[in-house]
C-alpha cells in the first residue's frame, strides 16, 4: 500500500466547477506538498502543508494533521487549468514520498 | 534567471547503450535529486546527493549511476543493467534536505 494515497485518479470538469482532489498520507509524513504537472512533463510546486490552509488564487489547500488528510481546491476551474495534481508527502528524513497523481482535465 | 535544466527533452537509446542524462541549476541548491515518472505510477526517488561529493540510493538505484563533482551538475547514466530504462526522467535540486524542491523540465528516454 502506498504511503500516499490520491484519489480521484482521473476528473473531468466543466469550467466554472468547483474541484476538489483528496490525498491521504500515512504515519511518519511531516509536510505535504502539491505539485502541478503539465503536458510537457514540467512540474511546479503549488503548496507545502505543515499545517492549516493556503491560499494562491484560485487554488486552495488544506490539511487535517489528526485525519493524515489534505485536499486541494480548485475554484472557477478554467482549461488552462487541466494537468497531472500530485500529492507528496515529506518524511521525517526529507525525503518525498509520491501519490499517483490525478489527471484534471477542464472542459470549455 | 535561475533555474534547473535538463536535456535533452527527448532521448532515443538503442537497447545494450549507456545513456547520460543531463541536469543542472544556478540556485546554488546543495541537495538534488533525480526521480523516474512511470505511466500510472508517482514519482520514484533513484538517487539523491545532499552536498557536492556525494550521493545516495534511492527506491530504485539498481542499472543506474550517479556523480557529483560540481555542485551545480548532478548527471544520471542509465546503465544497461537497467531493465526497463524507458520512463520520464526529472531532477530536481533543493536548499537542503527539508527545502522545496523544484524540478526541471525533465527527459523523456526511449529505448529501443
Known amino acids: 500500500k502506498n504511503e500516499v494515497e490520491q484519489s480521484p485518479q482521473n476528473l473531468t470538469a466543466q469550467e466554472g466547477e468547483f474541484i476538489t482532489i483528496n490525498c491521504s498520507y500515512s504515519?511518519?509524513?511531516?509536510?505535504l506538498h502539491w505539485l502541478q504537472q503539465h503536458p510537457g512533463g514540467g512540474i511546479v510546486s503549488l503548496f507545502m502543508?505543515?499545517?492549516g490552509k493556503k491560499k494562491h488564487g484560485r487554488l486552495i489547500a488544506t490539511i487535517n494533521i489528526q485525519e493524515k488528510h489534505s485536499s486541494l481546491h480548485i475554484t472557477a476551474s478554467h482549461p488552462r487549468d487541466s494537468a497531472v495534481y500530485i500529492c507528496?508527502?515529506?518524511?521525517?528524513?526529507?525525503?518525498?514520498?509520491f501519490g499517483q497523481g490525478t489527471t484534471l482535465q477542464v472542459k470549455p | 534567471d535561475g533555474g534547473i535544466t535538463q536535456s535533452p527533452k527527448y532521448l532515443f537509446r538503442k537497447e545494450g547503450q549507456n545513456v547520460t542524462l543531463s541536469c543542472e541549476q544556478n540556485?546554488?541548491?546543495?541537495?538534488m535529486y533525480w526521480y523516474r515518472q512511470d505511466p500510472g505510477q508517482g514519482l520514484r526517488l533513484i538517487y539523491y546527493?545532499?552536498?557536492?561529493?556525494?550521493?545516495q540510493k534511492g527506491d530504485i538505484a539498481e542499472g543506474y549511476s550517479v556523480s557529483r563533482e560540481k555542485k551545480e551538475s548532478f548527471p544520471l547514466t542509465v546503465t544497461s543493467a537497467q531493465k526497463n530504462p524507458t520512463a520520464f526522467y526529472l531532477c530536481?535540486?533543493?536548499?537542503?534536505?527539508?527545502?522545496?524542491?523544484?524540478f526541471g523540465p525533465g527527459t523523456r528516454l526511449t529505448v529501443l
Open positions: 546527493s545532499q552536498i557536492v561529493n556525494d550521493f
Open positions: 540556485l546554488n541548491h546543495d541537495a
Open positions: 504515519v511518519g509524513i511531516s509536510a
Open positions: 507528496c508527502g515529506s518524511s521525517n528524513t526529507g525525503k518525498l514520498i
Open positions: 530536481a535540486s533543493s536548499i537542503g534536505m527539508d527545502g522545496t524542491q523544484y
Open positions: 502543508l505543515s499545517s
